[in-house]
């Protein structure tokens, strides 16, 4: 199994910054994939930003330029540095990685952290 772990959410001020961290720890032999989603109330879940399994990086086109997700592949962990954040970026923000167990030919996986709450005050 594969665990997620997120931190740094919080209350913030528009205008302000907040940095999110999720870490994967379990029988993970590759993570070809993740990222971080984000779920406000009465709204569907959605990509924020994330590496993708080719290699690729996407942004959401609301937070370009004012979000940048980093990696430690070492530690099996992703970064999202948020700045410049506004109200309508309140969410619960969820971490998500994909990838193989234990060997190369082992099963898939895919799974999600518990989330970590941001709310932005104006």
């Known amino acids: 199994q594969v665990r997620l772990v997120e931190s740094g959410g919080g209350l913030v001020q528009a205008g302000g910054s907040l940095r999110l961290s999720c870490a994967a720890s379990g029988s993970i032999f590759s993570i070809n994939a993740m990222g971080w989603y984000r779920q406000a109330p009465g709204k569907q879940r959605e990509l924020v930003a994330g590496f993708m399994r080719d290699n690729s990086t996407n942004y959401a086109d609301s937070i370009k330029g004012r979000f940048t997700i980093s990696r430690d592949n070492a530690k099996n962990t992703v970064y999202l540095q948020m700045n410049s954040l506004k109200p309508e970026d309140t969410a619960v923000y969820y971490c998500?990685?994909?990838?193989?167990?234990?060997?190369?030919?082992?099963?898939?996986?895919?799974?999600w952290g518990r989330g970590t709450q941001v709310t932005v005050s104006s």
């Open positions: 998500n990685a994909a990838g193989v167990l234990v060997t190369m030919d082992g099963p898939e996986f895919s799974s």
